[in-house]
């Protein structure tokens, strides 16, 4: 069984920034995958970003060039800069991974507020 826990979100005024960070109770050296989903109240769950072992990213294109996943293998850590952040982009924020098996976990999320 894997644990990931997120950290780091919070409130912020529009244009501001945050980094949520998500840590795994085991390495994620490995691993296939991981990324960022995210569920805004009365929403359904919408994919973020993701990371591949191979170093490739990808984002939905309402956060491209604002937001930024990256991984720190020391640390069994990946990230999520958000920058110029947008009253849309309040939700709760959950880590998600891949493991080598393909099996997925999910984090318990972090809420994000955007608001003046």
């Known amino acids: 069984q894997v644990k990931l826990v997120e950290s780091g979100g919070g409130s912020v005024q529009p244009g501001g920034s945050l980094r949520l960070s998500c840590t795994s109770s085991r390495s994620i050296f490995s691993i296939t995958s991981m990324g960022w989903y995210r569920q805004a109240p009365g929403k359904e769950r919408e994919w973020v970003a993701t990371?591949?072992?191979?170093?490739?990213?990808n984002y939905r294109d309402s956060v491209k060039g604002r937001f930024t996943i990256s991984r720190d293998n020391a640390k069994n850590t990946v990230y999520l800069q958000m920058n110029s952040l947008k009253p849309e982009d309040t939700a709760v924020y959950c880590c998600?991974?891949?493991?080598?098996?393909?099996?997925?976990?999910w984090g318990q999320g972090t809420q994000v507020t955007v608001s003046s």
């Open positions: 990371l591949y072992n191979t170093g490739t990213t």
């Open positions: 998600t991974m891949v493991a080598p098996d393909y099996r997925r976990y």
